[in-house]
């Protein structure tokens, strides 16, 4: 059965700052890993996917890796602001892309 | 946004009584699926449906039934609401391919008495 870890639960950073969130997962036998941000009250918004063949993908301030023989992924941000702040899931993705997430990290930027 | 809404989006119901949620998509995707967010404990699939009538069970399937007579509409039922039950549950749809994300509805909060 796969699980997904989070690590830091929560994390309060100063704006500005740049910021690793950490994943990792006991099956390599992945389809892909997904990040999606969850802000309070509010349904999840998909912001990275990095397929199981590839490393890394990058949108914007935003840098997430996989590593899949050590069932790890991290999710980098760059210079962070306060609407950075959110809840930041991360999920793997098996056979018909269902999901298994992790139990998120919670961020606050403090400006 | 993906098309995609829920309803009800906040009910308030009573121990053994049935509860059905709707998930009503316009993106005419394939893949469809129910999740429960409790605190602690991210998401979790309840039960997934990868066309007209095909569903299948997730990893806390147990007291929830599906049914999905059209591609567009998903709906979640429990059969006899418990207190264990309270959470808000997720919608979310997806063409299925392991290349494209899963898009996520607003969510309903279900309180069982």
């Known amino acids: 059965k796969q699980e997904v870890t989070q690590i830091p639960a929560a994390l309060s950073v100063p704006e500005g700052e740049n910021l690793v969130l950490n994943c990792s997962f006991t099956?390599?036998?992945?389809?892909?890993l997904q990040w999606f941000r969850q802000d309070p009250g509010k349904g999840l918004t998909s912001l990275l996917l990095?397929?199981?063949?590839?490393r890394e993908q990058t949108s914007g301030r935003l840098n997430a890796s996989l590593d899949k023989s050590s069932g790890r992924s991290t999710l980098y941000i760059a210079a962070s602001q306060p609407g950075d702040s959110a809840t930041y899931l991360c999920?793997?993705?098996?056979?018909?892309?269902?999901?298994?997430f992790g139990a998120g990290t919670i961020l606050r930027v403090k400006s | 946004d993906a098309g995609i809404t829920q309803s009800p989006r906040h009910k308030v119901t009573e121990t053994g009584t049935p509860v059905t949620l709707r998930c009503h998509q316009t993106?005419?995707?394939?893949?469809m699926y129910w999740y429960r967010q409790d605190p602690g404990h991210g998401l979790r699939l309840i039960h997934y449906s990868y066309g007209v009538k095909d569903t299948d069970k997730g990893e806390v399937s147990d007291g929830y039934s599906v049914s999905r007579s059209k591609t567009e509409d998903f709906l979640l039922t429990l059969e006899s609401a418990t207190s264990s039950q309270t959470s808000v549950y997720f919608c979310a749809i997806s063409p299925g391919q392991s290349q494209e994300t899963q898009y996520f509805g607003p969510g309903t909060r279900l309180l069982v008495l």
């Open positions: 099956d390599s036998a992945i389809y892909n």
């Open positions: 990095i397929q199981s063949s590839q």
């Open positions: 993106e005419n995707h394939r893949y």
């Open positions: 999920a793997s993705g098996g056979y018909g892309n269902k999901l298994v």
